[in-house]
T-cell receptor, first 114, second 114 residues
Framework: DARVTQTPRHKVTEMGQEVTMRCQPI?????VFWYRQTMMQGLELLAY????????DSGMPKDRFSAEMPDATLATLKIQPSEPRDSAVYFC????????????FGQGTRLTVV | AQSVTQPDIHITVSEGASLELRCNYS??????LFWYVQSPGQGLQLLLK??????LVQGIKGFEAEFKRSQSSFNLRKPSVHWSDAAEYFC????????????FGRGTSLIVHP
């Protein structure tokens, strides 16, 4: 049963520390999304990749967030330095662009910055 | 820009009662439309999707949704709610034309009373 895998599931860190979240998309999917979910803002698109190339990261705070896909099986979202306002659940999703496609979501990484 | 409105933040129903969750979208062309469900601590699971054709679509877990172009709506329905349906429900819209970035509504929290 193919699924999107995210690690870690939970992360508690101190303000100022670097945080790296990882995502293994479904094999064969050519699009990867990073979303952030908070009570205040709901689900916000941070960035997305197609065929490993970043297409849009306008939703990310550029000074502290970075997203990469070093290979087809791994996407990373990094926050450096982290701040308490970054506390949220971060979701990775993957999909296969084209007709009859949808985004398949991982279970998320719950980040708490204290 | 595309947008999605879910006017109800919370919906409370009794077990066995019928359910309708509202979703309105704003997009000039024919959209791709989705309903996702999120259980506590979990990622989003696709319930159903509409791309074209029959405007009444059937999904998993006994859910259905109807696309009404004249009303820019895609409401989710279920004839008889089960306690296990208690969750957060998200409507999403994506661009048509071979490329899409799902934009999500704020979600509707479904509470089921015994």
């Amino acid at each position: 049963d193919a699924r999107v895998t995210q690690t870690p599931r939970h992360k508690v860190t101190e303000m100022g520390q670097e945080v790296t979240m990882r995502c293994q998309p479904i094999l064969g999917h050519n699009t990867v999304f990073w979303y952030r979910q908070t009570m205040m803002q709901g689900l916000e698109l941070l960035a997305y990749f197609r065929n490993r190339a970043p297409l849009d990261d306008s939703g990310m705070p550029k000074d502290r967030f970075s997203a990469e896909m070093p290979d087809a099986t791994l996407a990373t979202l990094k926050i450096q330095p982290s701040e308490p306002r970054d506390s949220a659940v971060y979701f990775c999703a993957s999909g296969d662009l084209g007709v009859n496609t949808e985004a398949f979501f991982g279970q998320g990484t719950r980040l708490t910055v204290v | 820009a595309q947008s999605v409105t879910q006017p109800d933040i919370h919906i409370t129903v009794s077990e066995g009662a019928s359910l309708e969750l509202r979703c309105n979208y704003s997009y000039g062309a024919t959209p791709y439309l989705f309903w996702y469900v999120q259980s506590p601590g979990q990622g989003l699971q696709l319930l159903l999707k509409y791309f074209s054709g029959d405007t009444l679509v059937q999904g998993i877990k006994g859910f259905e949704a109807e696309f009404k172009r004249s009303q820019s709506s895609f409401n989710l329905r279920k004839p008889s709610v089960h306690w296990s349906d208690a969750a957060e429900y998200f409507c999403a819209v994506g661009l048509s034309g071979g490329s899409y970035i799902p934009t999500f509504g704020r979600g509707t929290s479904l509470i089921v009373h015994p």
